[in-house]
């Protein structure tokens, strides 16, 4: 199993990841390490156990957020293939109608212009 030194806060850490993610692992130290950052800038020097319960639930605030917004556009895509699935059921309904009424026109039509043929005893 890889494993990945990062630094979050000053502080080495060596982390055990599946392979070939070192990258995201890395990359997910250095956003923690940016809202640690964040946050000490904010509130200066407060203690780094305070500051990473802090990061941590800015982080998990985020993240909830996030959750609520894809579940809401999972629901709005939901509502929109069902709309669609309608909209395809009218169709192919309004699709039937036509032909029926381009039949029903052409009988008509035959029928018309049998009338207007004389007939071989007439």
């Known amino acids: 199993m890889p494993q990945v030194n990062v630094t979050i806060s000053g502080k080495?850490?060596?982390m055990a990841c599946g392979e070939g993610e070192e990258p995201h692992l890395e990359g997910l130290a250095?956003?923690?390490?940016?809202?640690i950052?964040?946050?000490?800038?904010?509130?200066?020097?407060i203690?780094?156990?305070?500051?990473?319960?802090?990061?941590?639930?800015m982080v998990a605030d985020e993240a909830s957020e996030l959750?609520?917004?894809?579940?809401?556009?999972?629901?709005?895509?939901?509502?929109?293939?069902?709309?669609a699935g309608s909209a395809d059921r009218r169709l192919g309904e309004v699709e039937d109608r036509?032909?029926?009424?381009?039949?029903?026109?052409?009988?008509?039509?035959?029928?018309?212009?049998?009338?207007?043929?004389p007939t071989a005893a007439g």
């Open 12 to 14: 080495a850490y060596r």
């Open 98 to 117: 036509a032909a029926e009424a381009l039949v029903a026109a052409a009988e008509r039509i035959e029928g018309v212009a049998r009338s207007l043929i």
């Open 47 to 57: 203690g780094d156990m305070r500051l990473h319960v802090m990061a941590a639930l």
């Open 30 to 35: 250095r956003l923690y390490d940016g809202k």
């Open 67 to 83: 959750q609520r917004r894809v579940a809401k556009l999972e629901a709005d895509l939901a509502l929109l293939q069902g709309d």
């Open 37 to 45: 950052q964040e946050m000490r800038q904010a509130f200066g020097e």
